[in-house]
């Protein structure tokens, strides 16, 4: 590890995690590395939890707030939440006892548009930057960091931070030198000027990290991979909701409303997501870009076959057998591949300008085309908002995607009424299942309905649904969108109440 820190000024300042984490004062807010489980600092998170479990055994509380680019990984969010260390938890988790805490009361969570984090902090919304704990795969002799295998928020964390912690990691690719593109240039209102892409892998910022060695009062070695969770393989479910992607996709080119190379493609995180993109690459598509957020395996086969000729992102989120094949040839995707801060990964304007395809995986759907994407019974959270805002409401197509039932049929994905909104019927073009696709495009509320009925729900809930819209279109206070009141979510109370949307 010394060989990647080349500042002997930073070389000065290496220490153990347990001294770098005692630094971290109580009741700080906490800025650390990680998205998607890439790039998050891996020992100094674990040693401020044990730090916390010895406060609390010592009668004392040790909490702080921490914030992120997305999710990150046992290590991180799992140590300190079974820690009890966490007050308050920023912008996206998907950590089953982070979840647990929070959905307890136990833990505060504000699920925040990853595009927004960056600039809230600018303008001082959450309040100082009092420490940045961020993982770097190298330090240059001119104090130059080397990011790693994602940007997120980093940037804005060492720039706000008072006093920065860096991790510097050897398992991280050296490969990876290069790939990065920060972006200097963003400003607060009324300075802003226009963000200067107009193709996805336009470059228009510098390939590392700037830092005042001054800021820096700890530097810890590490040698540990990434979480590099694995995906199931693309199931009937998945395969079919890919099939109804790709057919509507080559439907558009052939009509005109699309380009042959389509437009950048946005995909999120999960099995279908990445089932789509394997879809993709047996479809007829060559030479296509991404402007997405983050690349998972799927994309890499794109990458290598050719079906995807670019990629922006701000982070690479591999399985296990991937990362290695990745980290082995990272210099090879250098040309093709550009990681982003997330504030420019998933910039508005800019997804508004290229004309993003997005496609985000969801809870649920209501007849009426509104989408939940972050919570079970309109109160448990399950991960929170991500990315899928801010290439939902600005992309040139919004698409969604979902199997059309939950736990064994026991739940329904489309509903009459979504019991949490996360994307209005204003932000959402197409809505899939296996069951088929409704193009919500140019269509009214009671339109929508009768396609989303007809086409995405599952036969099961079919007639109730039906059944339900006919009633509220019968007798509902105003029929522009109907609703009856006391029923919209009597499915989910049943559920609640039963264990199942389904009529005894
Ligand atoms: O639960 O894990 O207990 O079995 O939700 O569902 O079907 O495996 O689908 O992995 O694609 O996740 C919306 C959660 C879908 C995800 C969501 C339960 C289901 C299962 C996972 P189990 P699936 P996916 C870019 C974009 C928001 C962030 C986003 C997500 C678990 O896509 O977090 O889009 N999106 N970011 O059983 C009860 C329902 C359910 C349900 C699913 N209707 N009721 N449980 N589940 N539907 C990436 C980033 O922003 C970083």
């Known amino acids: 590890t010394p060989d990647r820190i080349a500042s002997a000024a930073l070389r000065a300042k290496v220490m153990s995690a347990e001294d770098a984490a005692g630094l971290i004062p109580v009741g700080a807010n906490v800025a650390m590395s990680g998205f998607t489980g890439a790039g998050y600092p891996k020992a100094v998170p674990g040693a ?21 680019g997305a999710s990150t990984a046992p290590e991180l969010d799992g140590a300190l939440a079974e820690a009890d260390g966490i007050e308050l938890r920023l912008p996206y988790q998907s950590d089953p006892v ?21 600039q809230m902090v600018w303008m001082g919304f959450l309040g100082a930057v009092d420490i940045a704990v961020v993982e770097v795969a190298g330090i ?8 790693s295998s994602s940007v997120g928020n980093n940037k804005t964390w060492i720039d706000r931070a008072d006093r920065v912690i860096l991790e510097v990691n050897s398992w991280q690719s050296e490969g990876l030198r290069g790939m990065h593109d920060v972006y200097y240039g963003t400003a607060l209102p009324p300075d ?76 999120g995180v999960g099995n279908i997501a ?32 050719g079906t995807l000729a670019t990629a922006s992102a701000t982070a690479l989120s591999f399985s296990p057998g991937t990362v290695q094949r990745f980290n082995a040839s990272a210099a090879d995707y250098r040309d093709r591949i550009v990681l982003r801060p997330q504030e420019i990964s998933n910039h508005p304007e800019v997804v508004r300008r290229l004309g993003v395809i997005a496609m985000n995986g969801m809870i649920e759907a209501d007849v009426y085309g509104n989408v939940n994407s972050t919570h079970l019974m309109g109160s448990r959270i399950q991960n929170g908002i991500g ?21 064994d049929g026991a739940i329904s994905a489309i ?21 088929g696709l409704a193009d919500l495009r140019g269509l009214s509320p009671k339109q929508r309905a009768e396609q989303v009925i007809a086409h995405c729900a599952h036969p099961d809930y079919r007639p109730a649904l039906r059944d339900y819209h006919e009633r509220a279109l019968a007798s509902a206070y105003g029929r522009h969108t109907p609703h009856l009141l006391t029923e919209a979510l009597s499915w989910h109370a049943r559920f609640v109440e039963t264990g199942t949307m389904r009529r005894p």
């Open 415 to 435: 509903v009459p009424m979504v019991s949490h909104v996360d994307h209005t019927e204003h932000d959402v073009d197409i809505v899939v299942t296996e069951q």
């Open 48 to 68: 401020l939890a044990r730090r916390m479990t010895a406060a609390t055994a010592a009668g004392e509380t040790l909490r702080v707030n921490v914030w992120t």
């Open 274 to 305: 990445n089932a789509v993109l394997a879809g993709l690459a047996e479809g007829p598509f060559a030479g296509l870009s991404a402007y997405t957020e983050v690349i998972q395996d799927g994309m890499l086969d794109l990458l290598d076959s």
């Open 140 to 147: 240059d002799a001119d104090g130059r960091l080397v990011p």
């Open 387 to 407: 990315g899928s805002g801010d290439f939902a409401r600005n992309g040139y197509l919004s698409i969604f995607l979902s199997p059309s039932t939950a736990k």
């Open 192 to 267: 802003r000027v226009p963000i200067p892409i107009t193709g996805p892998a336009d470059r228009i910022g510098v390939p590392h990290l700037e830092c005042p060695a001054d800021k820096v009062i700890a530097v810890v070695p590490t040698d540990a991979p990434d979480r590099n969770s694995g995906f199931a393989p693309p199931d009937t479910v998945s395969r079919r909701i890919a099939g109804h992607v790709l057919d509507f996709l080559t439907a558009e080119v052939r009509r005109g409303r699309l380009p042959d190379r389509l437009l950048p493609i946005q995909s």
């Open 98 to 118: 982070t979840r647990k805490k929070i959905n307890a009361g136990t833990m505060e969570y504000l699920d925040t548009h990853l595009s927004h984090v960056a």
